[in-house]
């Protein structure tokens, strides 16, 4: 069987870029990058859901 996505992997990776970002900084750091990324994406599901911006 021939996998066009693999979804283990994705996750894999993503874990591993977010990690590239955050490892090095400190837990008040890492906080705030977290806070920022939650704000990103709750301002991308409010288009979304406005119909602004599709999915």
Same mark, same amino acid.
């Given at each position: 069987m021939n996998k066009k996505f693999d979804c283990v992997k994705m996750k894999r990776?993503? $874990?591993? $870029? !977010?990690? =590239?970002? *955050?490892?090095?900084? *400190?837990?008040? #750091?890492e906080l705030a990058?977290? #806070?920022e990324q939650?704000?990103?994406l709750r301002k =991308?599901? $409010? #288009?979304? !859901?406005s119909g602004k911006v599709s999915t």
């Open positions: 990776n993503g $874990a591993e $870029a !977010i990690r =590239k970002e *955050t490892g090095n900084m *400190t837990l008040k #750091k990058y977290w #806070k939650s704000d990103q =991308k599901k $409010a #288009k979304v !859901i």
